[in-house]
Protein backbone atom coordinates (compact mmCIF):
# COMPACT_ATOMS: atom_id res chain seq x y z
CA UNK A 1 0.00 0.00 0.00
CA UNK A 2 1.31 3.29 -1.24
CA UNK A 3 0.48 6.82 0.24
CA UNK A 4 2.18 10.11 -0.04
CA UNK A 5 4.72 11.66 2.55
CA UNK A 6 2.43 12.84 5.34
CA UNK A 7 -0.70 11.48 4.64
CA UNK A 8 -3.29 7.75 5.62
CA UNK A 9 -2.46 4.36 4.44
CA UNK A 10 -5.03 2.08 5.11
CA UNK A 11 -6.18 -1.27 4.21
CA UNK A 12 -9.62 -2.67 5.23
CA UNK A 13 -10.65 -6.26 4.67
CA UNK A 14 -14.82 -6.84 5.37
CA UNK A 15 -15.73 -10.56 5.88
CA UNK A 16 -13.76 -13.05 3.67
CA UNK A 17 -10.42 -13.81 4.01
CA UNK A 18 -7.26 -12.15 2.81
CA UNK A 19 -3.67 -13.97 2.41
CA UNK A 20 -0.79 -12.07 1.16
CA UNK A 21 2.76 -13.45 0.91
CA UNK A 22 6.24 -11.22 0.70
CA UNK A 23 8.82 -11.43 -2.16
CA UNK A 24 12.32 -11.10 -2.15
CA UNK A 25 12.34 -7.31 -3.08
CA UNK A 26 9.03 -6.31 -0.75
CA UNK A 27 10.00 -8.61 1.98
CA UNK A 28 6.43 -8.32 3.93
CA UNK A 29 2.88 -9.69 2.97
CA UNK A 30 1.17 -6.62 3.61
CA UNK A 31 3.43 -3.56 3.30
CA UNK A 32 2.44 0.39 4.25
CA UNK A 33 4.77 2.52 2.51
CA UNK A 34 4.87 6.41 2.69
CA UNK A 35 6.36 8.95 0.69
CA UNK A 36 9.16 7.61 -1.56
CA UNK A 37 12.22 7.39 1.70
CA UNK A 38 13.34 4.34 3.48
CA UNK A 39 11.55 6.55 6.58
CA UNK A 40 7.88 8.23 5.95
CA UNK A 41 5.37 9.54 8.08
CA UNK A 42 1.61 9.20 8.01
CA UNK A 43 -0.79 6.68 9.54
CA UNK A 44 -0.75 3.40 8.48
CA UNK A 45 -3.69 1.42 9.46
CA UNK A 46 -5.24 -2.41 8.67
CA UNK A 47 -9.37 -3.05 9.77
CA UNK A 48 -10.58 -6.33 9.82
CA UNK A 49 -14.47 -6.67 9.98
CA UNK A 50 -17.05 -9.40 9.93
CA UNK A 51 -15.28 -12.20 11.27
CA UNK A 52 -12.30 -11.63 8.04
CA UNK A 53 -9.18 -13.72 8.06
CA UNK A 54 -6.34 -12.25 6.90
CA UNK A 55 -3.13 -14.05 6.01
CA UNK A 56 0.22 -12.22 5.59
CA UNK A 57 3.54 -13.70 5.70
CA UNK A 58 7.00 -12.72 4.29
CA UNK A 59 10.68 -12.57 4.82
CA UNK A 60 10.36 -8.99 7.13
CA UNK A 61 7.42 -9.52 8.63
CA UNK A 62 3.86 -10.65 7.75
CA UNK A 63 2.64 -7.08 7.93
CA UNK A 64 5.08 -4.01 8.44
CA UNK A 65 4.84 0.36 7.57
CA UNK A 66 8.32 2.15 6.84
CA UNK A 67 6.04 4.69 9.41
CA UNK A 68 4.77 3.28 12.07
CA UNK A 69 3.83 0.19 13.48
CA UNK A 70 0.48 -0.99 12.38
CA UNK A 71 -1.66 -2.88 14.87
CA UNK A 72 -4.73 -4.60 12.99
CA UNK A 73 -8.21 -3.66 14.24
CA UNK A 74 -11.94 -4.74 14.10
CA UNK A 75 -13.77 -7.73 14.13
CA UNK A 76 -11.71 -10.52 12.75
CA UNK A 77 -8.31 -12.85 12.80
CA UNK A 78 -5.44 -11.73 11.71
CA UNK A 79 -2.44 -14.26 11.09
CA UNK A 80 1.09 -12.04 10.88
CA UNK A 81 4.12 -14.15 10.72
CA UNK A 82 7.63 -12.96 10.10
CA UNK A 83 10.52 -13.71 11.39
CA UNK A 84 9.22 -17.32 11.69
CA UNK A 85 6.62 -16.24 14.32
CA UNK A 86 2.39 -16.02 14.09
CA UNK A 87 0.54 -13.45 15.86
CA UNK A 88 -3.43 -13.63 15.88
CA UNK A 89 -5.42 -10.65 17.00
CA UNK A 90 -8.92 -9.28 16.52
CA UNK A 91 -12.37 -8.83 18.68
CA UNK A 92 -15.11 -11.35 18.28
CA UNK A 93 -18.25 -10.04 17.13
CA UNK A 94 -20.50 -13.06 17.80
CA UNK A 95 -20.62 -16.31 19.98
CA UNK A 96 -19.52 -20.22 18.80
CA UNK A 97 -16.45 -22.05 18.65
CA UNK A 98 -13.72 -21.51 15.17
CA UNK A 99 -11.40 -24.52 14.15
CA UNK A 100 -8.34 -22.77 11.75
CA UNK A 101 -4.79 -24.20 11.11
CA UNK A 102 -1.66 -22.54 11.88
CA UNK A 103 0.88 -23.01 9.94
CA UNK A 104 5.00 -22.17 10.24
CA UNK A 105 7.11 -22.87 6.94
CA UNK A 106 11.22 -22.47 6.64
CA UNK A 107 13.76 -23.29 4.15
CA UNK A 108 13.89 -26.61 6.27
CA UNK A 109 10.48 -27.67 6.13
CA UNK A 110 6.79 -26.69 7.97
CA UNK A 111 4.72 -27.92 10.23
CA UNK A 112 0.88 -27.04 11.07
CA UNK A 113 -1.20 -27.19 14.22
CA UNK A 114 -5.09 -27.27 14.04
CA UNK A 115 -6.82 -24.63 16.93
CA UNK A 116 -10.04 -24.29 18.05
CA UNK A 117 -11.41 -20.72 19.44
CA UNK A 118 -14.50 -20.13 21.35
CA UNK A 119 -16.20 -17.34 21.91
CA UNK A 120 -18.82 -17.42 24.60
CA UNK A 121 -21.41 -14.93 24.49
CA UNK A 122 -21.06 -11.70 26.32
CA UNK A 123 -21.94 -11.13 30.01
CA UNK A 124 -23.86 -7.85 30.86
CA UNK A 125 -22.73 -5.83 33.44
CA UNK A 126 -25.68 -3.74 34.91
CA UNK A 127 -26.13 -0.50 37.27
CA UNK A 128 -25.97 -1.60 41.26
CA UNK A 129 -26.14 1.96 42.80
CA UNK A 130 -24.73 5.48 42.07
CA UNK A 131 -23.26 7.56 44.55
CA UNK A 132 -23.54 11.50 44.63
CA UNK A 133 -20.58 13.64 46.04
CA UNK A 134 -20.90 15.87 48.01
CA UNK A 135 -23.89 15.12 49.99
CA UNK A 136 -24.75 18.88 50.79
CA UNK A 137 -23.91 22.38 49.95
CA UNK A 138 -24.47 25.77 51.50
CA UNK A 139 -24.48 28.73 48.54
CA UNK A 140 -24.70 32.16 48.55
CA UNK A 141 -27.73 33.66 45.86
CA UNK A 142 -25.95 33.46 42.98
CA UNK A 143 -23.45 30.82 43.50
CA UNK A 144 -22.34 27.89 41.67
CA UNK A 145 -21.06 24.54 42.25
CA UNK A 146 -20.70 21.18 40.57
CA UNK A 147 -22.23 17.94 41.86
CA UNK A 148 -20.02 14.68 40.66
CA UNK A 149 -22.39 11.25 40.08
CA UNK A 150 -20.45 8.04 40.95
CA UNK A 151 -21.50 5.16 38.73
CA UNK A 152 -21.72 1.77 40.33
CA UNK A 153 -19.52 -0.63 39.01
CA UNK A 154 -17.44 2.24 37.01
CA UNK A 155 -17.36 -0.84 33.78
CA UNK A 156 -21.65 -0.76 33.93
CA UNK A 157 -22.93 -1.10 30.43
CA UNK A 158 -25.46 1.57 30.60
CA UNK A 159 -23.65 4.99 33.37
CA UNK A 160 -26.57 7.12 31.63
CA UNK A 161 -27.94 9.40 34.97
CA UNK A 162 -30.35 12.58 34.99
CA UNK A 163 -30.81 15.13 37.40
CA UNK A 164 -33.77 17.25 39.20
CA UNK A 165 -34.41 19.58 41.78
CA UNK A 166 -37.33 19.49 44.25
CA UNK A 167 -37.65 23.57 44.08
CA UNK A 168 -35.96 25.17 41.03
CA UNK A 169 -36.99 28.21 42.87
CA UNK A 170 -34.56 27.96 45.15
CA UNK A 171 -31.56 25.74 43.22
CA UNK A 172 -31.94 24.28 40.03
CA UNK A 173 -29.21 21.72 38.30
CA UNK A 174 -28.42 21.16 34.64
CA UNK A 175 -27.69 17.65 32.96
CA UNK A 176 -24.32 17.64 34.06
CA UNK A 177 -25.06 18.39 37.72
CA UNK A 178 -24.14 22.11 37.66
CA UNK A 179 -25.59 23.03 40.71
CA UNK A 180 -27.31 27.82 40.83
CA UNK A 181 -28.02 29.43 43.64
CA UNK A 182 -31.51 30.89 42.86
CA UNK A 183 -32.67 32.23 46.12
CA UNK A 184 -32.53 31.59 49.79
CA UNK A 185 -33.90 28.65 50.89
CA UNK A 186 -33.22 24.82 51.03
CA UNK A 187 -34.04 21.86 48.13
CA UNK A 188 -32.88 18.79 47.34
CA UNK A 189 -31.01 17.29 44.20
CA UNK A 190 -31.61 14.10 42.68
CA UNK A 191 -29.38 12.00 40.48
CA UNK A 192 -30.97 8.66 39.06
CA UNK A 193 -29.39 6.00 36.94
CA UNK A 194 -31.10 4.98 33.77
CA UNK A 195 -30.37 1.41 34.36
CA UNK A 196 -32.31 -0.28 37.30
CA UNK A 197 -33.38 3.53 38.36
CA UNK A 198 -30.70 3.72 41.70
CA UNK A 199 -30.87 7.65 43.06
CA UNK A 200 -28.95 9.49 45.19
CA UNK A 201 -29.22 12.98 47.26
CA UNK A 202 -27.65 16.25 47.67
CA UNK A 203 -29.41 18.90 50.70
CA UNK A 204 -29.03 22.50 49.19
CA UNK A 205 -29.34 25.36 50.91
CA UNK A 206 -29.57 28.87 49.76
CA UNK A 207 -28.48 31.89 51.91
CA UNK A 208 -28.84 35.90 51.52
CA UNK A 209 -25.30 36.96 51.01
CA UNK A 210 -23.91 40.58 52.32
CA UNK A 211 -26.48 41.31 54.68
CA UNK A 212 -26.09 44.65 56.55
CA UNK A 213 -27.10 45.44 59.81
CA UNK A 214 -29.26 48.52 60.68
CA UNK A 215 -29.08 49.31 64.40
CA UNK A 216 -32.39 50.05 66.19
CA UNK A 217 -33.16 53.31 66.84
CA UNK A 218 -35.06 54.52 69.40
CA UNK A 219 -38.32 57.08 68.45
CA UNK A 220 -38.14 60.71 69.86
CA UNK A 221 -41.75 62.43 70.38
CA UNK A 222 -41.09 64.55 66.94
CA UNK A 223 -39.52 61.58 64.72
CA UNK A 224 -39.88 57.61 64.19
CA UNK A 225 -37.26 55.29 65.04
CA UNK A 226 -36.70 51.63 63.85
CA UNK A 227 -36.23 48.25 65.10
CA UNK A 228 -32.94 46.45 64.53
CA UNK A 229 -32.88 44.86 61.03
CA UNK A 230 -30.72 43.73 57.90
CA UNK A 231 -31.01 44.22 54.00
CA UNK A 232 -29.52 42.03 51.68
CA UNK A 233 -27.20 43.64 49.26
CA UNK A 234 -27.94 40.71 46.47
CA UNK A 235 -31.79 40.68 46.38
CA UNK A 236 -32.20 44.13 48.62
CA UNK A 237 -34.90 42.27 50.60
CA UNK A 238 -35.27 43.07 54.53
CA UNK A 239 -34.59 40.76 57.30
CA UNK A 240 -34.89 40.92 61.53
CA UNK A 241 -32.39 38.38 61.80
CA UNK A 242 -28.31 38.03 60.97
CA UNK A 243 -29.54 35.12 58.99
CA UNK A 244 -32.00 36.50 56.74
CA UNK A 245 -34.01 33.71 57.67
CA UNK A 246 -36.87 35.84 58.91
CA UNK A 247 -38.27 38.53 55.91
CA UNK A 248 -39.73 41.98 57.10
CA UNK A 249 -40.52 44.92 55.49
CA UNK A 250 -39.50 48.72 56.42
CA UNK A 251 -42.99 49.55 57.39
CA UNK A 252 -42.91 46.98 59.83
CA UNK A 253 -39.66 48.16 61.70
CA UNK A 254 -40.94 51.41 62.12
CA UNK A 255 -41.30 52.57 65.84
CA UNK A 256 -43.91 55.41 65.85
CA UNK A 257 -43.44 58.60 67.44
CA UNK A 258 -43.69 58.59 71.67
CA UNK A 259 -46.73 60.58 72.68
CA UNK A 260 -46.74 62.47 69.52
CA UNK A 261 -49.65 64.95 70.77
CA UNK A 262 -49.45 68.68 72.01
CA UNK A 263 -50.99 69.84 75.57
CA UNK A 264 -51.04 73.68 75.92
CA UNK A 265 -48.60 74.28 73.28
CA UNK A 266 -46.18 71.67 74.22
CA UNK A 267 -45.63 67.99 73.39
CA UNK A 268 -46.14 65.45 75.93
CA UNK A 269 -43.29 63.70 75.94
CA UNK A 270 -40.40 66.26 75.58
CA UNK A 271 -41.73 69.75 75.75
CA UNK A 272 -40.98 71.51 72.47
CA UNK A 273 -42.88 73.70 71.78
CA UNK A 274 -45.74 74.05 69.33
CA UNK A 275 -45.02 76.88 67.06
CA UNK A 276 -48.61 77.15 66.08
CA UNK A 277 -49.96 77.07 69.66
CA UNK A 278 -51.80 80.70 70.03
CA UNK A 279 -52.71 81.14 74.01
CA UNK A 280 -56.51 82.63 74.60
CA UNK A 281 -58.41 83.31 77.53
CA UNK A 282 -60.84 80.99 78.38
CA UNK A 283 -62.18 82.08 80.94
CA UNK A 284 -63.14 85.64 82.48
CA UNK A 285 -63.00 87.71 78.92
CA UNK A 286 -64.77 90.64 78.66
CA UNK A 287 -65.75 90.72 83.08
CA UNK A 288 -66.79 93.35 84.90
CA UNK A 289 -65.18 94.78 88.20
CA UNK A 290 -67.34 97.31 90.10
CA UNK A 291 -65.03 99.62 93.12
CA UNK A 292 -65.80 98.86 96.42
CA UNK A 293 -66.00 94.98 95.79
CA UNK A 294 -64.09 92.30 98.02
CA UNK A 295 -62.93 90.17 95.19
CA UNK A 296 -60.33 90.23 92.53
CA UNK A 297 -60.92 89.34 89.02
CA UNK A 298 -60.18 86.30 87.78
CA UNK A 299 -59.18 85.27 84.05
CA UNK A 300 -57.65 81.64 82.59
CA UNK A 301 -55.21 81.31 79.81
CA UNK A 302 -55.28 77.68 78.42
CA UNK A 303 -51.07 78.02 78.51
CA UNK A 304 -49.56 75.47 80.59
CA UNK A 305 -48.97 76.65 84.28
CA UNK A 306 -45.29 75.60 83.86
CA UNK A 307 -44.62 77.99 81.17
CA UNK A 308 -46.04 81.40 83.05
CA UNK A 309 -43.82 84.49 82.85
CA UNK A 310 -45.54 87.54 83.67
CA UNK A 311 -48.88 89.78 83.71
CA UNK A 312 -49.69 92.87 81.48
CA UNK A 313 -51.89 95.49 82.56
CA UNK A 314 -52.84 98.38 79.61
CA UNK A 315 -49.57 97.28 78.33
CA UNK A 316 -48.01 97.51 81.20
CA UNK A 317 -45.98 94.78 83.22
CA UNK A 318 -47.36 94.27 86.78
CA UNK A 319 -46.09 93.29 90.20
CA UNK A 320 -46.00 90.13 91.51
CA UNK A 321 -48.08 91.66 93.87
CA UNK A 322 -50.75 92.90 92.29
CA UNK A 323 -52.21 89.17 91.22
CA UNK A 324 -51.99 85.54 92.50
CA UNK A 325 -51.42 83.06 89.77
CA UNK A 326 -52.01 78.99 90.09
CA UNK A 327 -52.37 76.04 88.24
CA UNK A 328 -55.48 75.06 85.74
CA UNK A 329 -54.30 76.15 83.30
CA UNK A 330 -53.08 78.95 84.10
CA UNK A 331 -55.28 81.00 86.81
CA UNK A 332 -54.71 84.99 87.17
CA UNK A 333 -56.43 86.79 89.58
CA UNK A 334 -56.12 90.58 89.85
CA UNK A 335 -56.31 91.71 93.46
CA UNK A 336 -58.40 94.24 95.01
CA UNK A 337 -56.02 96.39 96.04
CA UNK A 338 -54.68 96.84 92.19
CA UNK A 339 -58.11 97.22 90.52
CA UNK A 340 -59.34 100.50 93.33
CA UNK A 341 -56.17 102.07 91.56
CA UNK A 342 -57.70 101.62 88.38
CA UNK A 343 -60.30 104.46 86.72
CA UNK A 344 -63.23 103.14 85.72
CA UNK A 345 -63.52 102.40 81.84
CA UNK A 346 -61.98 99.48 80.12
CA UNK A 347 -58.85 97.98 80.43
CA UNK A 348 -56.85 94.81 78.73
CA UNK A 349 -54.76 92.02 80.35
CA UNK A 350 -51.81 90.27 78.94
CA UNK A 351 -50.90 86.96 80.60
CA UNK A 352 -47.61 86.49 78.92
CA UNK A 353 -46.03 82.57 78.84
CA UNK A 354 -43.22 80.90 77.25
CA UNK A 355 -45.85 79.65 74.46
CA UNK A 356 -47.16 82.86 73.56
CA UNK A 357 -49.40 85.41 75.08
CA UNK A 358 -53.16 85.16 75.74
CA UNK A 359 -54.85 88.49 75.89
CA UNK A 360 -58.65 90.05 77.14
CA UNK A 361 -60.12 92.95 77.86
CA UNK A 362 -62.05 93.77 81.50
CA UNK A 363 -63.93 96.71 82.40
CA UNK A 364 -63.84 99.12 86.15
CA UNK A 365 -67.31 100.12 87.34
CA UNK A 366 -67.41 103.42 89.64
CA UNK A 367 -68.40 102.54 93.10
CA UNK A 368 -72.08 103.10 94.00
CA UNK A 369 -72.99 106.52 94.50
CA UNK A 370 -74.22 105.18 98.03
CA UNK A 371 -70.75 104.22 98.60
CA UNK A 372 -68.72 106.86 97.41
CA UNK A 373 -67.67 109.35 100.11
CA UNK A 374 -68.84 112.85 100.07
CA UNK A 375 -66.59 115.36 98.56
CA UNK A 376 -66.65 118.84 100.47
CA UNK A 377 -66.78 121.56 98.34
CA UNK A 378 -63.79 123.85 97.97
CA UNK A 379 -64.34 126.92 100.25
CA UNK A 380 -64.34 129.92 98.67
CA UNK A 381 -62.66 133.90 99.94
CA UNK A 382 -65.14 136.09 101.63
CA UNK A 383 -66.20 138.93 99.88
CA UNK A 384 -64.76 141.86 101.30
CA UNK A 385 -66.16 144.89 102.25
CA UNK A 386 -66.50 147.98 99.77
CA UNK A 387 -65.01 150.89 100.53
CA UNK A 388 -65.92 153.97 98.35
CA UNK A 389 -62.91 155.75 96.47
CA UNK A 390 -61.73 158.74 96.30
CA UNK A 391 -63.19 159.38 92.73
CA UNK A 392 -66.38 157.98 94.46
CA UNK A 393 -66.44 154.57 92.57
CA UNK A 394 -67.01 151.73 95.40
CA UNK A 395 -63.93 148.86 95.33
CA UNK A 396 -63.62 145.69 97.05
CA UNK A 397 -60.96 144.99 99.06
CA UNK A 398 -59.28 141.96 98.51
CA UNK A 399 -58.48 139.35 101.20
CA UNK A 400 -57.08 136.21 99.87
CA UNK A 401 -55.05 135.28 96.88
CA UNK A 402 -54.19 132.81 93.65
CA UNK A 403 -51.33 131.83 95.82
CA UNK A 404 -53.85 130.70 98.85
CA UNK A 405 -55.90 128.35 96.29
CA UNK A 406 -52.57 127.20 94.42
CA UNK A 407 -51.00 126.08 98.38
CA UNK A 408 -54.47 124.57 98.88
CA UNK A 409 -54.70 122.32 95.96
CA UNK A 410 -50.81 121.53 96.55
CA UNK A 411 -51.52 120.89 100.29
CA UNK A 412 -54.84 118.65 98.49
CA UNK A 413 -52.54 116.72 95.86
CA UNK A 414 -49.94 116.01 98.92
CA UNK A 415 -52.65 114.61 101.50
CA UNK A 416 -53.92 112.39 98.78
CA UNK A 417 -50.94 110.95 97.40
CA UNK A 418 -49.43 110.45 101.07
CA UNK A 419 -53.09 108.70 101.77
CA UNK A 420 -52.13 106.52 98.43
CA UNK A 421 -48.92 105.43 99.41
CA UNK A 422 -49.23 104.80 102.99
CA UNK A 423 -51.77 102.55 102.03
CA UNK A 424 -49.80 100.48 99.11
CA UNK A 425 -46.47 101.01 100.80
CA UNK A 426 -47.23 99.99 104.01
CA UNK A 427 -49.58 97.06 102.79
CA UNK A 428 -53.00 98.12 104.40
CA UNK A 429 -55.49 96.45 101.73
CA UNK A 430 -58.62 97.25 103.63
CA UNK A 431 -61.04 97.97 100.84
CA UNK A 432 -61.98 101.09 103.14
CA UNK A 433 -58.25 102.12 103.26
CA UNK A 434 -57.95 102.05 99.44
CA UNK A 435 -61.43 103.50 98.50
CA UNK A 436 -60.15 106.82 100.97
CA UNK A 437 -57.12 107.14 98.97
CA UNK A 438 -58.69 106.97 95.65
CA UNK A 439 -61.20 109.80 96.29
CA UNK A 440 -58.57 112.00 97.72
CA UNK A 441 -56.29 111.31 94.98
CA UNK A 442 -59.10 111.80 92.47
CA UNK A 443 -60.12 114.91 93.91
CA UNK A 444 -56.45 116.52 94.49
CA UNK A 445 -56.22 115.77 90.88
CA UNK A 446 -59.55 117.52 89.48
CA UNK A 447 -58.70 120.15 91.89
CA UNK A 448 -55.19 120.79 89.64
CA UNK A 449 -57.33 120.48 86.71
CA UNK A 450 -56.38 116.95 85.50
CA UNK A 451 -59.47 115.78 84.44
CA UNK A 452 -59.08 112.75 82.09
CA UNK A 453 -58.94 109.18 82.80
CA UNK A 454 -55.52 109.15 81.04
CA UNK A 455 -54.12 111.31 82.66
CA UNK A 456 -55.03 111.03 86.02
CA UNK A 457 -53.79 107.10 85.53
CA UNK A 458 -50.54 108.62 84.68
CA UNK A 459 -50.80 110.08 88.05
CA UNK A 460 -51.65 107.24 89.89
CA UNK A 461 -48.52 105.41 87.98
CA UNK A 462 -46.37 107.67 88.96
CA UNK A 463 -47.35 107.71 92.82
CA UNK A 464 -47.65 103.72 92.45
CA UNK A 465 -44.58 102.84 90.49
CA UNK A 466 -42.29 106.17 91.15
CA UNK A 467 -42.89 106.94 87.34
CA UNK A 468 -42.64 110.42 85.63
Excluded at 100 to 112: H, K, L, P, Q, R
Aim: glycine letters at 12%; hydrophobic letters at 40%.
Amino acid sequence: MRAGQGSTASLTVDGGSLTATGTDTSGAGILFWLGDGVSGSGTSSLAVGDNAVVKASGVDGGIASNSNPVTPSGYGIVFNNGAGTGVISGTPAADGTSTFTVTAANDYGSDSKELTLTITERTAVPVTGVELNPESLELIEGGNAVLTAAVQPANADDPTVTWESSDVRVAAVDASGNVTAVSPGTATITVKTADNGFTDTCSVTVKHGSLTHTPENAATCTANGNEEYWTCGICGKHFKDAEGNTETTLEQTVIPVVDHRYENGRYLACGVIDDSFQPVVTAGAGGTWQKGGNEGLSFTSNAAFADFVKVQADGKDLAASDYEVREGSTVVTLKVSYLEMLLAGKHTIAIVSATGTATAEFTVEAAPASTAPAQPAPSQPTPAASAPAANGVTQSTPTGDDSNIALWIAVMLAAGAGLAAAAIYRQKRSATAIRKAQTAFVGAAEAMGVSSEDDIQALVDEVRYGKG
